[in-house]
């Protein structure tokens, strides 16, 4: 009778770990989901301030076709990228990294137009974007953190014996290629007008100061 109650108390230990693994499987695979819609929410905010970029460019150097058109269609696979279901992170990670290395192009032909550097509304765009990106830097730190716990996890044992038996996988880091990725800087020391004036909303047209648009 004292075997059965050892027999019956092992098992029961047992069940109990197997239910304490799954629910952590659980809620660990729920924060990678979690994180990872933050940096979605950030991902579409930054596709949604770049075609007023380009536009607000375009006004000063629509010459600059190469460029302008390589951002445009950075930024339209990016966008695709995110709406196919048949998509994963490391898909989206490749597409935003090929869009960073257009907008830093950008940045860079942008120099060369000191009206459009001294433009208000072209400065409010680059603010607004690079506060995008510090967002999605930090909700990437976050989402990455999280999956290299769960992928440990899933490899480790015993959980990995869970892991194989109620289908839990690795999941897919978010890894951008910030190397190539020039950084956006704002610089307001160019703005013509009164000491701490105001950039204007992305909405509102570039301010003619000195030569017109080219």
């Known amino acids: 009778m004292t075997a059965l109650w050892i027999v019956v108390a092992v098992i029961v230990l047992l069940a109990l770990a197997v239910v ?9 695979r729920n924060l990678v989901q979690e994180s990872w819609r933050q940096i979605d929410v950030e991902l579409k905010r930054r596709h949604d301030l770049i075609p007023n970029l380009v536009e607000t460019v375009k006004g000063y150097a629509a010459q600059e076709r190469t460029v302008l ?6 930024r ?13 992170v490391a898909a989206q990670a490749q597409a935003e990294t090929t869009l960073g290395r257009a907008l830093g192009g950008l940045f860079a032909v942008a120099e060369n137009y000191p009206d459009l550097k001294s433009s208000q509304n072209f400065l409010a765009l680059q603010q607004q974007l690079a506060e ?4 999605i830097a930090a909700g ?6 999280n999956v290299r716990a769960l992928n440990t996890r899933v490899e480790a044992f015993p959980s990995s014996v869970i892991a194989s038996s109620f289908h839990f996988t690795k ?7 910030d190397a190539e990725r ?5 610089d307001f020391s160019s703005i013509s007008g009164p000491a701490g004036a105001a950039p204007t909303s992305p909405g ?3 301010p003619q100061t000195g030569q017109g648009p080219s």
């Open 171 to 177: 999941a897919e880091y978010f890894e951008v290629d």
């Open 204 to 206: 509102q047209s570039p």
């Open 182 to 186: 020039a950084p956006v800087a704002v």
């Open 76 to 88: 339209t696979a990016a966008v695709q990228t995110m709406q196919a279901s048949s998509s994963g």
């Open 69 to 74: 058109t390589a951002v445009t269609q950075a």
């Open 132 to 135: 995008t990106e510090d967002r």
């Open 140 to 145: 990437r730190r976050f989402y990455n953190g």
């Open 20 to 28: 304490v693994s799954y629910n952590r499987f659980v809620r660990q």
